[in-house]
Structures are given as C-alpha cells and as structure tokens.
C-alpha cells in the first residue's frame, strides 16, 4: 500500500488534475488540506433513526457529533489505526467509541476495541488477535468488574471489525460487483456475513453535489449459526479517494445515521484499481 508522501512526482501530478475536475474531490480540498499529514479525519452530524427515536430520548441523546480518524503509519511503522467516537450534543454526557488496528496492508485485523458510556451503563471490550497461535485475547470491563478470557479464531480466514470491514470496502470498492461473504468480529462474538453493493445516489455536501455508492454489511441470508443482529451500509464517494459520506449503524436497540459535515484532515488511503 502507498500513500501520498512515497507517491512519485508524475504520480502526484495526475493525481492533482483529478481532484480539481474532481466535484467531489473539490469539496476535499476546500476542508483544511494544507501541509503533509497521516491522518485522514471526516467530521459528522449523527442522528437515531426511525419509530425508535422517541423511547430512545428517553434513554440517552438522539443527536450529536461523530468523528471517524484514520492514522497511516509513518516511515519505520508497520499498523493503520482507525477510530470513530460518536458523542450527543450540547455539552451531554456519553459516548460510543469504535477502535480499530491493522496491519500496514489493511488486510489483517490487530486489534478491536468498542466501549461506550451511556448515564450508568458503560462498558469496555477489547479484543487482540494472535494469528500465530489462532487465539483470540479478550479483556472486558463493564460495573460488575473486569474479564479476561481466551478463546481460538474461527477458520483461517483474516478477521474484520466494523472499521477494518469499512476499510475494506472503501479500499476495493472499484471492484466490489457482486456480494463477498465473510466474517465480522463484533461485541466479543464471530457472524457470518455478507457484503454487498448497492444503489447510487447523489449527496450535497458544502453546497457540491457528489455522487457516492452503496455498499451494505449484513447478516449472511440463511446462514447457519448465530446471526449478527447490526448491520452497517456505507456511501462511498465514487472517485479514488472513497469518502464515505454517510455512515448507517444498525444495532439491536437503534439505528444510527452519520451525515458527513467536514474533512478535517486529508491523508488518504490509495484504493486498488
């Protein structure tokens, strides 16, 4: 995998040319892209979604900001690291936090973390994978104390989280025709899934009308064995740069839409072809 700073010169100049006749692309480099950096930052608006949303308020907030970080290693680093901290508006209290590790290629899953903090209810997961030994080490906290356990990765196959399962689908949607069935590691437990692309649809992001695709994470269709109860659908930017521009979350007691507000920084990955 490259990135910008190992780019070479006739590399970088065409690139350039796309990005200014790029409309997407322009919005990018409107948003606080100067200097050379290695991390890629998108801000978001969050909203609950749906007939939830009501008894949700109740609970915890409905709204707020979210902040989806990608950090590429520099020279002598060998790991991607990936994080998105969803917190409620106005000052509220609360938060849900996504981690993730990979290795420089993108394609093997390190590390996951998720944790969130919701008035009395919190919790910490996470999980490190040994692909040497096939071992999964977990240690979870949540109020009634702390958990350490180990257990063998399923198959052979190179697990993904959310965000290493969102890398993915940015880093080869060029290619994605038909639906990938795989393995998604989530809340401490193993679900076959299947991702898939979807419709096209145009966004107005800054006042820039972009194009962008989507590409749905789901519960394998008649699967055998525990089904995952989320689901996750991504809009991609169709340029090189893939920018999601709407992230929807959906979990067993909500549905979370992320509505991309601004780029904060523009390291980028560079998609395959």
Not at 60 to 77: C, I, L, M, R, S
Not at 180 to 197: L, S
Request: hydrophobic letters at 35%; aromatic letters at 10%; proline letters at 5%.
């Amino acid at each position: 995998m490259r990135y910008p700073p190992r780019m070479s010169r006739t590399r970088s100049i065409v690139l350039s040319i796309a990005l200014l006749v790029s409309p997407v692309a322009a919005f990018a480099t409107d948003t606080h892209c100067k200097g050379t950096t290695n991390v890629e930052e998108f801000r978001y608006s969050w909203r609950i979604r749906g007939a939830v949303r009501f008894l949700a308020g109740l609970m915890f907030p409905t709204a707020g900001v979210g902040d989806y970080k990608t950090t590429y290693p520099k020279e002598g680093e060998h790991s991607i690291n990936s994080e998105l901290l969803i917190t409620p508006a106005n000052g509220e209290s609360g938060f849900f936090s996504y981690e993730s590790q990979m290795d420089e290629s993108g394609r093997q899953t390190q590390m996951t973390y998720s944790g969130y903090s919701w008035g009395n209810k919190t919790r910490k997961l996470r999980a490190v994978f040994d692909y040497v030994k096939r071992l999964t080490r977990i240690h979870k906290e949540t109020p009634k104390g702390i958990e350490n356990t180990v257990k063998p990765m399923p198959g052979t196959e190179n697990l993904r989280d959310v965000l290493t399962a969102i890398y993915f689908l940015r880093q080869n949607a060029a290619t994605i025709n038909g639906p990938i069935t795989t393995t998604i590691y989530t809340d401490g437990q193993e679900y076959p899934v299947v991702f898939r692309p979807g419709e096209r649809r145009t966004f107005v992001v800054d006042k820039q009308t972009v194009s962008a695709r989507a590409f749905e994470i789901a519960a394998l269709p008649g699967g055998t064995g525990k089904k995952w109860p989320g689901g996750v659908t991504v809009w991609l930017s169709e340029d090189q740069r893939r920018i999601p521009f709407r992230i929807e979350i959906a979990e067993s007691f909500a549905s979370l839409q992320l509505d991309l507000q601004s780029i904060e920084s523009c390291a980028f990955m560079e998609a395959k072809k």
